[in-house]
């Protein structure tokens, strides 16, 4: 038995963004279709932390795996990070292992590309510029998510560590087909003029003011994982249309849908498949909620291992 080891530089080498778009929308496509299957995460606690298991299996791509997400508060004191992710892709035929791999990298990716799907599907299509909310690696891959789907000509940067905003519009200076990106102090004017809005931080209170989006906005927040948090204010989601991941684990987990008791008009994969309409017209106000599904673990995790090959990528280990 052999099993291909992958570091997040392997992990971010395999795959564009534009091809985890594409794997992420098929991911939608069969959850929506009753095509998946996808248990609640189980959460095994220890003395120190807690970790979350989350598989899933796709039926008609047969895509299989399971993240591993460990969250324990003391780890900085040993010089690790807090929260580390693994994810052990396996062969739906045989329930074998296939790959191994490191698990932020392909968490950003594929949150990213979620965020590329509803782009796609309900953002203008001559959409422009960004209000980007967070300059970390989540906001980097929503923002390069969105510049796969739509010509994008400038980004601001919102962030209230004005170190890191201006660090992220260095580094986008240096993308091929580079937007202008500033840093705005301001979210206000940030909103104002933004055809699309990101937000990908781990606010608890609103980022910005409703009433400051203009019509025809689009506005996806990836940021809000708990019913404590929240990024997108209730004014914004009532003005909108509302399109999530999925209505169960939103309502659960999303403090933005909960507090603002919102009406939920589509699952992303509803419209993927043609069952719901994408934009309706270039006024309507549209806002995408994402928590986060282990479908999108699992097709990414394929679609990276299958690259991976092609390329040479990674460390193959005998394990027999």
């Known amino acids: 038995m052999q099993i291909r080891v992958l570091t997040a530089a392997d992990v971010r080498a395999s795959l564009s963004m534009s091809a985890a778009i594409d794997a992420v929308a098929a991911a939608y496509s069969q959850l929506a279709a009753g095509k998946a299957t996808m248990p609640l995460r189980s959460r095994v606690h220890t003395d120190k932390g807690v970790s979350l298991?989350?598989?899933?299996?796709?039926?008609?791509?047969?895509?299989?795996?399971?993240?591993?997400?460990?969250?324990?508060?003391?780890?900085?004191?040993?010089?690790?990070?807090?929260?580390?992710?693994?994810?052990?892709?396996?062969?739906?035929?045989?329930?074998?292992?296939?790959?191994?791999?490191?698990?932020?990298?392909?968490?950003?990716?594929?949150?990213?590309?979620?965020?590329?799907?509803?782009?796609?599907?309900?953002?203008?299509?001559?959409?422009?510029?960004?209000?980007?909310?967070?300059?970390?690696?989540?906001?980097?891959?929503?923002?390069?998510?969105?510049?796969?789907?739509?010509d994008i000509s400038q980004v601001a940067i919102v962030d209230p560590f004005e170190a890191s905003a201006r660090r992220l519009a260095e580094e986008i200076a240096g993308w091929?087909?580079?937007?202008?990106?500033?840093?705005?102090?301001?979210?206000?004017?940030?909103?104002?003029?933004?055809d699309i809005v990101l937000a990908a931080t781990t606010s608890k209170t609103p980022l910005f003011d409703g009433n400051d989006l203009k019509p025809g906005t689009h506005v996806t927040g990836v940021g809000a994982?708990?019913?404590?948090?929240?990024?997108?204010?209730?004014?914004?989601?009532?003005?909108?249309?509302?399109?999530?991941?999925?209505?169960?684990?939103?309502?659960?987990?999303?403090?933005?849908?909960?507090?603002?008791?919102?009406?939920?008009?589509?699952?992303?994969?509803?419209i993927v498949n043609g069952e719901?309409?994408?934009?309706?017209?270039?006024?309507?106000?549209?806002f995408f909620k994402s928590v986060g599904l282990a479908v999108q673990d699992a097709v990414t995790a394929a679609a990276v291992l299958k690259a991976a090959e092609e390329k040479g990528l990674g460390t193959v280990i005998e394990m027999s």
């Open 276 to 286: 719901k309409p994408g934009r309706e017209n270039d006024e309507e106000i549209t």
């Open 53 to 150: 298991l989350m598989p899933a299996h796709l039926h008609d791509t047969g895509d299989f795996a399971v993240k591993i997400v460990s969250v324990y508060g003391g780890n900085p004191d040993l010089g690790l990070p807090t929260v580390t992710a693994t994810v052990l892709a396996m062969d739906s035929r045989t329930g074998m292992p296939l790959a191994l791999m490191e698990g932020d990298s392909l968490t950003a990716l594929r949150t990213g590309a979620a965020g590329g799907v509803a782009a796609r599907y309900l953002a203008r299509k001559d959409a422009k510029t960004v209000a980007l909310f967070g300059a970390g690696v989540q906001g980097r891959a929503q923002l390069q998510a969105v510049m796969a789907v739509r």
């Open 176 to 194: 091929p087909k580079a937007p202008e990106a500033v840093v705005e102090p301001s979210p206000q004017a940030a909103v104002a003029q933004a």
């Open 225 to 270: 994982f708990t019913p404590e948090m929240q990024e997108i204010d209730p004014k914004t989601i009532h003005r909108a249309r509302v399109v999530v991941d999925q209505r169960d684990a939103v309502l659960a987990e999303a403090g933005d849908i909960i507090k603002a008791e919102a009406k939920i008009d589509a699952e992303i994969g509803e």
